[in-house]
């Protein structure tokens, strides 16, 4: 088997920029008014964004009960993840890349700050720029799987993402993120499975040598309604 390193990796020097352009792709409008506040308003929090990335590539197997979860092997033992009817993309999984990462949490006070100011326009933009900012980072993280895998000559599943995939639900990121050190880069696991700050992820993306896809795709790809779905991921 080729070597993995299995520690944890962290990056929290992150040079994400965010340009006008891109945050009017996601307003999806072009009246002059709301563009000028867009400008502004990423003008007032330009950089103070705090992106970082906690990571571990870890071996992974099927579940011995035949159920299609998948079991991950930390430091302290296994750890079973039920992903139920998406356990199908992990079928020729070798390694997992186990992910968190966050957007920080200096744009959600702006936004609260806007909110209460009653400057809601500006606390919906503040939002949407968190979420760019979330994108680029989740990016990041594709990269890497698509680098390693791409070493290896091995290809990459899509990216899997507990609470978004069908039949994996939130309540498993539990176990997910159990086997990262999220205070590494100031997340926290609440009880109920949410993370904080709210703009941070956890995913899964395995990679393996009976993979053929060099890019991390999506699971929009086996779904009949992807073609008109308005959430349908590139």
């Not at 308003?41 to 009960?65: C, F, G, H, M, Q």
């Amino acid at each position: 088997m080729q070597y993995f390193d299995t520690q944890a990796q962290v990056f929290t020097d992150l040079n994400i920029e965010i340009d006008l352009t891109e945050l009017a792709a996601k307003i999806q409008t072009k009246r002059p008014n709301i563009l000028t506040t867009a400008k502004k308003t990423l003008n007032s929090v330009k950089n103070i964004w705090d992106p970082a990335l906690v990571y571990r590539w870890l071996p992974l197997e099927e579940s011995d009960d035949a159920s299609g979860r998948r079991v991950i092997y930390g430091n302290d033992g296994p750890v079973t993840l039920d992903l139920g009817y998406s356990s199908i993309f992990l079928k020729k999984a070798d390694y997992a890349l186990v992910v968190v990462y966050s957007a920080g949490s200096r744009l959600e006070e702006e936004s609260r700050k806007a909110t209460n100011d009653k400057e809601f326009l500006s606390a919906f933009l503040i939002d949407l720029i968190g979420l760019l900012v979330l994108e680029k980072t989740g990016n990041r993280a594709k990269r890497i799987a698509e680098q390693k895998a791409s070493e290896l000559g091995w290809g990459v599943s899509p990216f899997l993402s507990p609470g978004s995939i069908h039949g994996w639900q939130l309540e498993d990121q539990l176990q997910l993120c159990s086997l990262l050190p999220l205070d590494r880069i100031n997340v926290q696991l609440r009880d109920d499975a949410v993370l904080a700050p709210f703009k941070s992820l956890s995913c899964l993306i395995g990679i393996g040598p009976e993979y053929t896809a060099s890019l991390v795709g999506t699971t929009c790809q086996v779904c009949s309604k992807n073609q008109d779905c308005q959430m349908r991921q590139l």
